[in-house]
């Protein structure tokens, strides 16, 4: 994927700034003065300056651009030398004296070149004024340094005969020593003889052993007093302080820094604005790159709603390279399968608050289990969960994250907006639900999954197995063993918690069908219209809590849809047309039109963006009109009381047809006393709940407006199952009226 690449740094992950153009914390400006004030300082002594800040913080590019301006404003008599200890395994002492002794080297032969039999044995050994510093170095190193390998490494002039200066060995600088002091003295005089100024650059401290750190700190006391020379040291404060307390065994780090930096310049944090900014614009061009168009205005509303809120905990900027490197890494592989805003809240959260990140995969594999009706939380579990939130939400320090309403948006079944109102694992309603499976979203129990294990069915069922499901599907005499192999998933475990059947819908994503032909959409559409019925009550006998909108088969139906109608609409239509009137999945049906109409706002309802239409209004009412025709046949009345839930159905009819011809047909059914007991039997909607686990009730307020008089109604009801002895059906039905209170 090439743009892809334009995404990663060739330098790394968490490369450095290196040049102007790259820089977004505005770190030239304070480079361009640093500089400055550095090339401006005394020359008498030496200079020793301090960089700190956080790791992750910019200390290194903010360096880099330092070195860049001060090579553009410093004079031919300055010489930068960039040491790094934390990737060199020498001495520091001699990782810098080394090269200053070369560099003296190559300015005394420039200006003094030897003649004669010394220009023939100054090929082999050093000069008079280099040899005072390796000396110097020797002196001053907690260790013994092999020269003849740093001599060879550092001077171009003597590189070239390394074998011949075996001669100039350790034993032979021993016997000429002077003492450090004069050494020192003699160094200095050189330095202002030759006019040379050197500029020693050391960068990320804070990753030295304690034992590193103090040879440091060494190599600074070694050249304090040698004149013309700067240092500039790049560390976290915190962790050096406490290196040095360690190494040097002194009682306080922070006093002990101030005897050796002269000046400090603590890094600015960068604007929590900028940060956002950049995190947010990085992500919807990754999100671009990735899906070859920009976000949505809903997409993009999510993601700054994210970037805003949690993007505030943001402190440095390799935090959002950590964020956004992982995006890169995982989001191409599994876009199909997540809402990119939840996966950048949920890379946001790990980065700034790993905690709740980790509390965040706990609470939502809890809350499946309790959800889909497999169990309930042990005793003192959910106090648990509640006291571990209020700890972890304390943690950011901006307002808006650190609220449960807040996050709630994001994660379901949190309430409250305090400490002491706060609950957790509740109630969550099915059209709320249904919204964020079709979306994918963090709090699907279909996809939730996705977000943590960045993993998916994709890795189980391979490309040919759908190349057979089209296959089938195009063939309209293939339609039977089609339904045949799709029903049959419903009994067989995937590799995660659901069956292949959910795996299959999981799979079936915009990307996948796109390439696919009319027909072959066509012959998968036709399965759903006829079959989902079918599929959840198959659904039901497994699993008693099942519902059928968490499978995301509406979702996928839409996928295919759209696709038919970017190939050929005026057929799409006229197929819709014939599965509508004879569909044999009518209360699926239902529900799919129910969602059309409220589309366009036909039931009183605010009208959805036209992105997310999937028909035109003109369409939708001709689809409407037939099956609200199909819906008042007595045929399709003396089905309703098979099916076992009848409520969303109900609805549906309403909005499609009219209130009164639906009470018209409750009041045919409830006519009888069996029969207003079946009916209101099939008007329990299911509730889930941490403490008691799934549940029926029936839902006055949804319930009451089907009955001329509810209060009349409910009376009767209750007095025949106010007795002793009843049958299971009247517990059941007493039950669920009394879950209502």
């Keep these: 994927m090439p743009l892809l690449r334009q ?27 640093i500089s400055r004030s550095i090339l401006s300082l005394p020359q008498e002594a030496s200079n020793v300056i301090g960089i700190e800040g956080a790791w992750g913080s910019g200390k290194t590019s903010l360096l880099n ?81 092999p020269l003849v390998e740093y001599i060879g490494q550092f001077s171009r002039l003597v590189n070239w005969f390394a074998g011949g200066l075996k001669v100039f060995s350790e034993s032979r600088l021993s016997l000429d020593q002077k003492t450090t002091t004069k ?112 976000p949505d205005s809903e997409m993009a509303t999510a993601l700054a709603a994210v970037t805003d809120t949690y993007g505030a905990a943001l402190s440095t900027p390799r935090e959002i390279h950590q964020a956004i490197n992982t995006l890169i890494f995982l989001y191409p592989g599994m876009r199909d399968f997540v809402y990119f805003p ?12 790993p905690g709740l990140y980790d509390w965040t995969e706990h609470y939502l594999t809890e809350r499946a289990v309790v959800e889909t009706g497999q169990g309930g939380l042990a005793e003192g579990e959910k106090e648990v969960f509640q006291q571990e939130l209020i700890t972890l939400t304390k943690m950011f320090r901006a307002s808006k994250a650190s609220s449960f309403t807040t996050l709630a948006k994001w994660i379901p079944g949190i309430s409250g907006h305090d400490d002491k109102d706060l609950s957790l694992f509740e109630r969550v309603s099915e059209d709320f639900s249904h919204i964020k499976t079709t979306g994918k979203r963090l709090s699907s129990l279909t996809h939730w999954r996705y977000y943590f294990a960045f993993s998916s069915p994709q890795n189980v069922l391979p490309p040919e197995f759908f190349d057979q499901l089209f296959m089938l599907a195009g063939i309209p005499e293939k339609q039977q063993q089609l339904s045949e192999d799709m029903l049959s998933q419903i009994n067989s475990k995937g590799i995660m ?16 069908i796109q390439d696919r032909h009319f027909d072959e959409c066509a012959g998968l559409v036709c399965f759903f219209f006829n079959y989902t019925d079918t599929v959840s009550a198959r659904f039901r006998t497994r699993n008693t809590w099942f519902s059928l909108r968490e499978t995301g088969i509406n979702q996928v139906v839409r996928h295919l849809l759209k696709h038919m109608l970017d190939i050929d609409e ?71 009381l098979s099916h076992q839930s009848l409520l969303r159905y109900l609805y549906a009819w309403k909005e499609m047809s009219a209130m009164e011809t639906v009470k018209e047909w409750v009041r045919e059914v409830s006519s009888s006393e069996q029969g207003l007991f079946d009916l209101l039997m099939r008007l329990r909607t299911t509730v889930f709940s941490s403490d008691r686990g799934a549940y029926l009730q029936i839902n006055r307020e949804q ?31 007493k039950s669920a009226m009394d879950n209502d209170d």
Excluded at 210 to 233: K, W, Y
Excluded at 342 to 353: E, K, M
Aim: aromatic fraction near 8%; proline fraction near 5%; include cysteine.
């Design 65 to 145: 651009l330092i070195l860049k301006s001060l090579n553009q404003k410093k004079d031919g008599h300055t010489h930068i030398l960039h040491i790094s200890p934390w990737l060199s395994g020498s001495s520091p002492v001699a990782a810098l004296l080394l090269p200053v002794a070369t560099i003296i080297q190559q300015e005394t032969e420039k200006r003094h070149p030897p003649t004669g039999l010394k220009k023939l044995w100054r090929k082999h050994l050093l000069s008079p004024e280099a040899q005072k510093v390796i000396e110097y170095a020797q002196n001053t190193s907690s260790r013994v340094l």
């Design 570 to 640: 005026v057929r799409t239509i006229a197929l819709l047309d014939t599965l509508v009137t004879n569909g044999v999945s009518p209360f699926w049906i239902a529900d799919f039109m129910r969602e059309l109409i409220w589309e366009h706002g036909l039931a009183q309802n605010a009208v959805s963006p036209l992105s997310e239409r999937l028909l035109s209004r003109e369409n939708t009412e001709q689809l409407r009109d037939r099956f609200a025709d199909r819906m008042n046949q007595q045929e399709m009345r003396s089905q309703l």
């Design 183 to 294: 050494l020192r003295e003699d160094i200095a005089r050189q330095l202002v003889g030759l006019d040379l100024k050197f500029i020693v650059v050391m960068d990320d401290l804070d990753r030295l052993e304690p034992s590193q750190v103090a040879e440091v700190f060494r190599l600074v006391r070694a050249v304090v007093d040698l004149p013309r020379f700067t240092h500039i040291l790049c560390y976290d404060r915190h962790i050096i302080t406490h290196a040095v307390e360690h190494a040097l065994n002194v009682g306080d780090g922070n006093r002990y820094l101030q005897k050796i930096i002269q000046f400090s310049f603590k890094i600015p944090r960068p604007e929590s604005f900028d940060l956002r900014h950049e995190f947010r614009e990085r992500a919807e061009t990754l999100y671009q790159q990735i899906n070859n168009q920009p």
């Design 497 to 512: 918690t659901g069956t292949w059947f959910e795996h299959i819908l999981s799979r079936l994503t915009a990307s996948l």
């Design 703 to 733: 319930v009451s407006p089907f009955f001329d008089d509810w209060l009349s109604v409910e009376q009767k009801v209750r007095a025949k199952i106010s007795g002793n002895e009843l049958t299971p059906e009247m517990q059941e039905l």
């Design 342 to 353: 939840d996966l950048c809240l949920l890379q946001l959260i790990r980065i700034t608050n």
């Design 7 to 33: 995404l990663w740094n060739p330098k790394g992950l968490d490369a450095a700034v290196e040049s102007a153009p790259d820089d977004r914390y505005g770190f030239k400006n304070i480079a361009d003065n």
